[in-house]
T-cell receptor
Framework: KAGVTQTPRYLIKTRGQQVTLSCSPI?????VSWYQQTPGQGLQFLFE???????NKGNFPGRFSGRQFSNSRSEMNVSTLELGDSALYLC??????????FGPGTRLTVT | QQQVKQSPQSLIVQKGGISIINCAYE??????FPWYQQFPGKGPALLIA?????SEKKEGRFTISFNKSAKQFSLHIMDSQPGDSATYFC????????????FGGGTRVLVKP
């Protein structure tokens, strides 16, 4: 089975712009979660989608949003980018339970 | 509030030695505790996981020990190899709250040949 794929792998944006990241889960996985990884804050949960519904949300501002499509693919969007949004954004998928499998991440740099 | 505390932050071990990483949690609602291994430029990879009703779980050279009363769990890497050099993260999940992984701060392990 193919693993979790994320596109793009690298992205450079300017402050104030917006960005959309994409995640394709492992075939058959209906749950997709997003995490932000930074050297200072570590790995932090953004949100989880299951069957196109947001099931859980972390403590991030409303500039961070996401959605899930009927084929379980997911996108996350960050509007009005700030320098502090520079991070590795990771997507993880699971069938429904706890075993989450991560993609390689999208490295976002905000200048 | 850091709900999962991980120590040490870094660890150097000789090839063939034992690497030990410890984690402590506060939320007694956590009911699943996975460990992830991350290499530079890669996403975290699920290594091994345990539930509170089990005190120990072993998979190959990796063993999780779990102490429910102390709210602590640890990862032991036996016969450490240079290829084990990576960052290790413990995590915890509360089933009732969905699939949210709460991670520890990570431990960078370097295995010297």
């Amino acid at each position: 089975k193919a693993g979790v794929t994320q596109t793009p792998r690298y992205l450079i944006k300017t402050r104030g712009q917006q960005v959309t990241l994409s995640c394709s889960p492992i075939s058959g996985h209906r749950s997709v979660s997003w995490y932000q990884q930074t050297p200072g804050q570590g790995l932090q949960f953004l949100f989880e989608y299951f069957s196109e519904t947001q099931r859980n949300k972390g403590n991030f501002p409303g500039r961070f949003s996401g959605r899930q499509f009927s084929n379980s693919r997911s996108e996350m969007n960050v509007s009005t980018l700030e320098l502090g949004d520079s991070a590795l954004y990771l997507c993880a998928s699971s069938v429904q339970g706890y075993e989450q499998y991560f993609g390689p991440g999208t490295r976002l740099t905000v200048t | 509030q850091q709900q999962v505390k991980q120590s040490p932050q870094s660890l150097i071990v000789q090839k063939g030695g034992i690497s030990i990483i410890n984690c402590a949690y506060e939320n007694t609602a956590f009911d699943y505790f996975p460990w992830y291994q991350q290499f530079p430029g890669k996403g975290p990879a699920l290594l091994i996981a345990i539930r509170p009703d089990v005190s120990e779980k072993k998979e190959g050279r990796f063993t999780i020990s779990f102490n429910k009363s102390a709210k602590q769990f640890s990862l032991h890497i036996m016969d450490s190899q240079p290829g084990d050099s990576a960052t290790y993260f413990c995590a915890a999940v509360n089933e009732a709250a969905g699939n949210k992984l709460t991670f520890g701060g990570g431990t960078r392990v370097l295995v010297k040949p």
